[in-house]
């Protein structure tokens, strides 16, 4: 058995299709599921400060302005206000290694459903939508837009976009275009970073990155990135090499395998270093399904 080459890419009348199907389902689960959970999930407790007021029985203690209690003698709290609306940034970083697939599908496949499920999440809770799509040939970029038509327009251009050619996997990662990015999206922005996340530093900025504004990431793995497979020989298309490998499945494979994936773990927490904020899942999840949960479980952390 053999993992089997990248897909050929989506024409845009069946990326249209696939995003009829994702806003229906989407649609779903906010009628059913979320019921308002996702707004609260990034909100959180509100953006924006508004000004000091008394405490009173029942305020959220974690709001206590400490230095003003003490200057007055008694306790007051910090007052928020929501922001009228959020801006959601996605940051899809279109690295070859995503082309990879041991089963039906590969992780990019997986990982613009991701996407694309999120923009139209952000359509439906008429929020502001933008993306920059970055790639060893360069970047796209999209003004964060509102609007049904705008966002699920922006939506179809991404999942229709050519996967990067494979010959350039030795250019190295993408330059995603950080600075652009901090000029187009407003303080307090979602900032949410989907791609393949191969062992490496952060960001030169990253830390204002976390400060300015509320950062997520994405990524999709295969079963195989997981756990090698131990049934016999297996022949694998590494997308990275563009050659076929063959895995043994011998102890030395297996000890190579466990130090990457320690030390691609050990890379992804630094970037995102908050359990609530990173989200990984499998090419064989239901990516709706984990959404779902990745939000629920924000909520239930008060993020």
């Known amino acids: 058995m053999s993992a089997a080459p990248p897909s050929a890419l989506p024409t845009s009348s069946s990326a249209l299709a696939l995003l009829r199907q994702l806003e229906w389902r989407v649609r779903h689960a906010v009628e059913n599921v979320l019921s308002g959970e996702y707004r609260s999930a990034l909100r959180g407790r509100g953006m924006e400060f508004d000004q000091v007021v008394r405490y009173e029985f029942g305020d959220d203690v974690r709001d206590i302005d400490w230095n003003v209690t003490a200057r007055l003698g008694e306790p007051y709290r910090k007052k928020f206000v929501e922001e009228r609306e959020v801006t959601v940034f996605l940051v899809f970083e279109d690295t070859p290694s995503l082309q990879f697939g041991s089963g039906e599908i590969s992780k990019r496949e997986a990982l613009l459903e991701l996407a694309g499920l999120l923009m139209v999440l952000g359509a439906l809770n008429r929020d502001r939508v933008g993306c920059v799509i970055a790639g060893p040939a360069g970047h796209t970029f999209r003004q964060p837009v509102r609007g049904r038509g705008a966002i699920l327009h922006a939506a179809a251009d991404l999942l229709g976009t050519p996967p990067p050619a494979l010959e350039r996997a030795a250019a190295g990662r993408p330059a995603i275009p950080w600075r652009l990015i901090s000029r187009a999206a407003p303080k307090h922005s979602v900032l949410v ?97 984990a959404l779902v949960r990745f939000f629920h479980a924000r909520l239930r952390a008060g993020r």
């Open 193 to 289: 970073w989907l791609g393949d996340f191969a062992p490496a530093e952060p960001p030169e900025g990253w830390a204002v990155f976390q400060r300015r504004y509320q950062t997520i990431g994405f990524r999709v793995d295969d079963p195989w990135e997981r756990e090698l497979p131990s049934d016999g020989l297996r022949v694998a298309y590494d997308p990275t090499r563009g050659r076929l490998v063959t895995l043994e499945g011998s102890s030395g494979e297996r000890a190579a395998h466990a130090a990457w994936r320690a030390e691609r773990e050990a890379a992804w927490t630094r970037l995102f270093p908050d359990p609530q904020s990173r989200l990984a899942v499998s090419t064989a999840d239901n990516r709706l399904d």
